[in-house]
């Protein structure tokens, strides 16, 4: 079992930045790909970034390529994802999984262990 607990949400305006924290624990982290997806209001879970056991292959939805970075830090078993030039469509409710693969994947259904969840709101 892999415990996911995220953190870092809040409200911010548009154009600013936040960064989002999920630390893992119960089994080694570094096995695991780690993914982030969110949730808007009445819509699906979707992929947004990606990143392998290493951290050397990472992989972003389109929308969020240049803005976003998705990073881990092994040691602290945790991974990050710092948010920049924040629009109001990136409001919903920010979600990582940990899939033990360890390759980059998208498909959510790739991913064994989710986390609770935080909100992100970007007012306009």
């Known amino acids: 079992q892999v415990q996911l607990v995220e953190s870092g949400g809040g409200l911010v305006q548009a154009g600013g930045s936040l960064r989002l924290s999920c630390t893992a624990s119960?089994?080694?982290?570094?096995?695991?790909?780690m993914g982030w997806f969110r949730q808007a209001p009445g819509k699906e879970r979707v992929f947004v970034a990606a990143?392998?056991?290493?951290?050397?292959?990472?992989k972003y939805v389109d929308s969020v390529k240049g803005r976003f970075t998705i990073s881990r830090d092994n040691a602290k078993n945790t991974v990050y994802l710092q948010m920049n030039s924040l629009k109001p469509e990136d409001t919903a409710v920010y979600y990582c999984?940990?899939?033990?693969?360890?390759?980059?994947?998208?498909?959510?259904?790739?991913?064994?262990?989710w986390g609770q969840g935080t909100q992100v709101t970007v007012s306009s």
């Open positions: 999984a940990a899939g033990s693969s360890g390759r980059v994947l998208v498909n959510l259904r790739s991913y064994d262990y």
């Open positions: 119960g089994r080694t982290f570094i096995d695991y790909a």
């Open positions: 990143i392998n056991w290493s951290g050397g292959i990472t």
